[in-house]
């Protein structure tokens, strides 16, 4: 049900999808504001100055928010209080030396116990552990955004990875390496088994000289879109110009010496299988099946079907081997890999892509490129250095109109899940600590977008993605996110709102004749026969600060020409505020 109230006011009388609310133009041109902020970020930095914003508290919520837009799942009161005592770098300390409350793994496996399922093979329940996590786990806040935002480089997906207990185990893997190296996470990218499966190098053999080769798929990745990228990059990742045109950073010939490494490697062989000959382990068959390990342990090098000849690739390599090694031919890989100079530069700019602003400055990626190579690339000195840089924290007033990143829709979703009250009867069923969430793909009706469900391994969008013919693409600025913005997921992002505000959100339950999320909207029944009142505690709720003052008078004059009688309208005024908050450029794009 969709909150009819709001139809005359904002449309006047102009349905919108049977959505109740402002005009279509207001509506459409809130959506082309959110487009048109592609981002970009000028500001100056220094260690001086990181090191002062280390130091440095919020000066108001306005401020703690907008770090935790940045930081977080989006911000809550307790969040935005500690972080207003503790101060930036203390906060982020904070965060990362706390292990998560639960692990993704544990998270599944609990889902499929509550529901009575002897496994947790079911993509569904990675969608209820991602957005659990996301919403409920406070101490973690920052590795799980860290792991999201890796997630969004190092892709896997549920579409084409077997278990979903794999994928939960993935998503372990990259929360823990979220303080560690790059160089540790890369190998952990490498040997689990769910890019194994979904790169297809679990079970790759050697050229058996009859005309069958290694395969390539995860050899040709590794190097575009998990290390040094397509082409050569200076220190702020800008490519390299030869004569006018970049330079490519590999070749065929990188990808088939890349290829006979990644060879010889598949599912673990477990103790309790050791009388098992190998190839049944390699193969996983019957006699040496044992998922509930294999599904979360990291590939082992099998010698039998690794390539014992010599490999070459971006300068570096492996000798011929007596004994085939593949242990010792990984090593020389992912250290080659990270250590090439490409890479420092190529991974910090998406990391501040992912978290900041879609197109930071020369000077912003180049200062994290150094940080990125003077700590080894130790990803938890990355990360600070990128929240706390001054661009970060404080970008040019001449640049704002195009700094920035416009929020994907499972951010804004989980934003408003932490913003609102509300409750879950999974989550606080007795030994059911999951939220019953639900795919969120259909753009029409819902986000489309589903964590950990990208489409390919480019991800839901491409860091470079340019509108075409629009502002951003005329000016040279990237929008990533836009890739998946559309007129339709636009007006499907509101009419999903407006449905969730009015009936809940997650899976039905049959008993209670319910959706699993409901929202509490009693704290603010009694502001709803002054609008401006609620309009202005709503949207200090969700952004720490008021509406601009164009957006603020359309949603006041919205919500004062809705009845406001009876306990029913006084909800429809409180939710039309929430939903005019939650459209918004304010809430939509990130500044």
């Excluded at 598949?266 to 599904?295: L, N, V």
Aim: charged share 20%; hydrophobic share 40%; aromatic share 8%.
């Amino acid at each position: 049900m969709l909150l009819p109230a709001l139809v005359t006011p904002l449309l006047h009388r102009t349905t919108l999808t049977g959505l109740a609310w402002g005009k279509r133009a207001a509506m459409v041109a809130g959506m082309a504001a959110m487009l048109g902020l592609g981002a970009c970020g000028g500001g100056n930095s220094s260690s001086n100055s990181t090191r002062e914003q280390a130091a440095a508290k919020p000066a108001n919520d306005s401020e703690a928010y907008r770090f935790l837009q940045q930081a977080s799942f989006g911000p809550t009161p307790k969040q935005v209080a500690r972080l207003k005592e503790v101060g930036y770098g203390p906060w982020i300390d904070e965060q990362f030396d706390a292990l998560p409350a639960l692990t993704h793994v544990q998270t599944v496996e609990a889902s499929a116990a509550a529901l009575n399922r002897s496994d947790s093979t079911r993509a569904e329940d990675v969608v209820y552990s991602w957005w659990t996590h996301a919403v409920r786990d406070e101490q973690a806040q920052l590795r799980h955004r860290v792991a999201f935002a890796l997630s969004e480089i190092f892709v896997v997906s549920t579409s084409a990875v077997g278990t979903g207990r794999t994928v939960a185990s993935y998503m372990d893997m990259l929360t823990q390496k979220s303080s560690s190296t790059y160089r540790d996470l890369l190998e952990g990218v490498a040997m689990h088994p769910a890019m194994g499966q979904y790169l297809s190098h679990m079970a790759n053999v050697k050229a058996d000289g009859n005309g069958r080769v290694p395969d390539e798929n995860f050899a040709r990745e590794v190097m575009q879109l998990f290390s040094i990228g397509l082409y050569d990059l200076d220190d702020s990742a800008q490519p390299k110009l030869v004569n006018g045109k970049p330079v490519e950073s590999y070749n065929a010939n990188d990808i088939k010496g890349l290829a006979r490494v990644f060879t010889g490697f598949s599912w673990m062989w477990p103790a309790s299988k050791s009388g098992a000959p190998w190839w049944k382990c390699f193969w996983r068959s019957t006699e040496c099946y044992e998922p509930s390990i294999q599904d979360i342990s990291p590939m082992q090098g099998y010698t039998q079907t690794h390539e014992p000849g010599a490999k070459q690739f971006l300068g570096a390599s492996v000798a011929a081997q007596g004994t085939p090694d593949p242990e010792a031919s990984l090593r020389v890989a992912l250290d080659t890999l990270a250590k090439h100079p490409n890479t420092a530069p190529f991974i910090s700019r998406q990391l501040i892509q992912r978290l900041v602003t879609s197109n930071p400055s020369n000077a912003y990626v180049a200062d994290i490129t150094r940080t990125f190579r003077q700590s080894n690339g130790n990803l938890r000195a990355v990360v600070k250095a990128i929240l706390l840089h001054e661009e970060a924290r404080h970008p040019a007033a001449a640049s704002l109109y195009s700094y920035g990143k416009l929020r994907e829709p499972v951010l804004r979703m989980a934003h408003l899940l932490r913003a609102l009250p509300h409750t879950s009867e999974r989550y606080t069923a007795s030994g059911a600590a999951y939220y019953a969430a639900i795919d969120t793909s259909d753009a029409a009706s819902s986000l489309g977008q589903t964590p950990m469900r990208s489409p390919s391994v480019f991800n839901f969008f491409r860091p470079g993605y340019r509108p075409p013919q629009s502002a951003i693409a005329a000016e040279g600025l990237v929008a990533p996110e836009a890739q998946i913005a559309t007129e339709t997921t636009a007006l499907g992002y509101a009419n999903f709102v407006s449905n969730i505000l009015e009936s809940g959100w997650g899976e039905w339950n049959a008993t209670t004749r319910r959706n699993d999320v409901q929202f509490d909207f009693s704290p603010w029944l009694g502001k709803a026969a002054t609008p401006s009142d609620l309009i202005d505690t709503i949207a200090t709720l969700m952004l720490g600060h008021p509406l601009g003052a164009a957006a603020r008078t359309t949603a006041i004059t919205a919500i004062d020409g809705m009845p406001r009688t009876t306990e029913a309208n006084k909800r429809q005024r409180v939710q039309a505020a929430v939903l005019l908050v939650a459209v918004s450029p304010d809430f939509m794009v990130q500044q």
